[in-house]
């Protein structure tokens, strides 16, 4: 016998249940809860790594001068704005290549190979390729509009006002095609008749796209407005390697800030505090999610 | 319907653009010499084409195609791009593969057997996956440093388990879900335990599934930057992308980087193109209709 009679017999389904989730939840614990507990502890105390390490225990300090960094205020702002693009980039590249790669035409499982590629490569290599390409003195964009005319000498396109902007456009090219394919996993669950009744009908394009397409994707919206919106709020590489935070402080979100606290001002302490306020506010939008979803079914 | 066919084809043409436009400038940068680089307006394909980048990535000399004098000598940058790729592979697969080993049986678990506690249990897992990595990476430093993991193998397999068991477990958990329940049943009559019948039934109808999950985890560990660059940044476990980083630092070349990081994005594609059409089949699942909250 080449199992364990343990697996055999006597063992109830919920117990198999339980057995095959241990190894998660000692996982959880270890690796997650724990780490963040930790993190508790090190906002209480300020720690000094320059010489061995020095803990000295500073109670609440660390969030009180949370409150008044004004840089936090501004970080939240920018993590803000960059959530609101990143969402309706995605969603508006997302279902645009969705609905296209849903029709019929030549070449067609050669495109949806092609859509899917960017999402693929790394974050790091996505933000060193914009950054490339949105260069200053050899970038493709100031080479495209210089050729075209429209500008007539190379300027800088990462500027305090539209930095982040770009930031979002690359960070969207990157994701926005793992939306593109839940969501065409939605557009194949509309059963074909509806749309050949709708034509027969005579309903335009539009109408059949929010009539017919658009009640089978609310679903897949939604989780993509979810997870775009987890995904931009504790996404770090591509500031860090895209702009570095700058210009100025321009695109400093609040995952570059703690990382800046952390690395560059050596705070360990205070950015633990910092990434407390971000670990709470992800936590309460997942069970914002969790509760919404549930409502949803009752 | 001609006009249609013919409207879908320049769509189908722009998204082709927008989607390797970025990848095609940063193959074609690569096999630049450094001066093109700068040419105005920059140049959308390399006039004298040259490897030399790529030689010089992988620790070879590179040479003047006119003169035949030596430009670069070897070594040097080798050490981080091979190293890095030989590192990104040992962790990346066996994460791969513990990945799925751990998250299947959880996924069937939680996605075909009720049992108490399964919407906190889910949650926890669900809440663990969506923390922020650079709000735990200090402690995750400090316990790290304390055990001796930092700039190990084993430290970065377990880092990026702790991502991919959880988010893997959430995705198979909606596939195992719309699996049939008869077969399984059927299996069950003919005198299979539960674990046979997960083994000997569940698991081959779930193979798409369980395909993009391989994908996805071998993309999470592959592409993932931050733990790899504080924890692993510098060491003999040092991924691909810190080594990227690192180079990136230390010598500013942009030809060369975009040689580099070529070389690094062409695993990925490539497990993306093979990968690609299952995942259309990952039905991703609300997870609340399986846990009946």
């Not at chain 1, 724990?34 to 300090?61: A, C």
């Not at chain 1, 210009?247 to 800046?260: A, D, H, R």
Request: glycine share 6%.
């Amino acid at each position: 016998m080449s199992l364990p009679s343990f697996f055999k017999r006597g063992v109830t389904d919920a117990q198999f249940a339980y057995l095959l989730i241990l190894p998660l939840v000692v996982f959880a614990i270890a690796m997650v809860i724990f780490p963040v507990v930790y993190s508790l502890w090190l906002s209480f105390n300020q720690i000094d790594i320059r010489l061995g390490q020095k803990w000295t225990f500073v109670g609440l300090q660390n969030f009180a001068h949370l409150l008044k960094d004004m840089y936090i205020g501004h970080a939240f702002t920018v993590t803000l704005q960059f959530i609101f693009e990143s969402v309706f980039l995605n969603l508006l590249l997302g279902i645009g290549l969705a609905l296209l790669m849903n029709e019929v035409f030549p070449g067609r499982g050669i495109v949806r190979a092609i859509v899917l590629l960017p999402w693929a490569i790394s974050e790091y290599s996505t933000a060193v390729t914009w950054r490339f390409i949105m260069a200053e003195t050899f970038g493709l964009f100031n080479g495209i509009l210089l050729s075209l005319g429209i500008i007539d000498s190379y300027m800088n396109f990462l500027t305090m006002e539209t930095a982040l902007h770009w930031v979002a456009i690359a960070y969207a090219w990157r994701l926005a095609p793992l939306g593109a394919f839940f969501l065409l996993a939605g557009l194949q669950t509309v059963p074909e008749e509806l749309y050949k009744a709708a034509k027969i009908d005579g309903v335009g394009p539009v109408r059949r796209f929010w009539y017919i397409s658009f009640p089978h994707l609310r679903y897949s919206i939604f989780i993509i407005t979810v997870l775009v919106t987890m995904f931009t709020a504790t996404a770090t590489d591509i500031i860090i390697v895209m702009t570095g935070g700058g210009p100025g402080i321009s695109t400093e979100t609040v995952t570059y800030l703690i990382f800046k606290e952390t690395f560059k001002n050596l705070n360990l302490g205070y950015a633990s505090a910092v990434s407390y306020v971000l670990i709470a506010v992800v936590m309460v939008m997942a069970a914002a999610y969790f509760l919404l979803l549930a409502r949803r079914r009752r | 319907m001609e006009r249609r066919k013919g409207a879908l084809l320049v769509l189908a043409i722009i998204s082709v653009i927008w989607s390797l436009l970025p990848i095609y400038w940063l193959l074609n940068m690569s096999f630049m010499f450094p001066a093109e680089i700068f040419a105005v307006p920059a140049h959308l394909f390399p006039q004298d084409p040259t490897p030399n980048n790529y030689l010089r990535a992988f620790g070879y000399p590179t040479y003047d195609p006119k003169t035949g004098a030596e430009l670069t000598r070897g070594g040097g940058h080798s050490v981080y791009i091979t190293g890095g790729l030989l590192n990104s592979f040992m962790i990346a697969v066996p994460v791969t593969l513990l990945t799925i080993a751990l998250a299947s049986p959880a996924g069937y678990a939680f996605g075909r057997i009720g049992f108490a506690h399964k919407n906190k249990l889910l949650f926890l897992l669900i809440g663990s996956r969506s923390l922020p990595p650079v709000s735990i990476l200090v402690p995750y430093f400090l316990i790290y440093f304390m055990l001796g993991l930092v700039g190990t193998h084993l430290g970065m397999i377990l880092i990026y388990l702790s991502i991919t068991v959880p988010l893997i477990t959430w995705v198979l958990m909606g596939f195992f879900a719309t699996l049939p329940v008869e077969t399984e049943r059927a299996a069950r009559i003919d005198g299979c335990t539960r674990f046979q019948a997960f083994l000997k039934v569940v698991l081959p109808m779930a193979r798409p599934g369980i395909a993009s999950c391989t994908m996805l985890a071998f993309l999470i560990s592959w592409n993932e930057f931050m733990f790899a660059w504080i924890l692993a940044g510098g060491s003999p476990a040092q991924t691909i992308p810190p080594a990227l980083a690192s180079m990136f630092y230390q010598w500013a070349e942009i030809e060369l980087m975009s040689a580099a990081n070529t070389i690094a994005i062409i695993p990925p594609i490539i497990i993306a193109m093979i990968f690609q059409k299952y995942i259309t089949q990952l039905r991703i699942v609300d997870p609340v209709t399986v846990v009946g909250a």
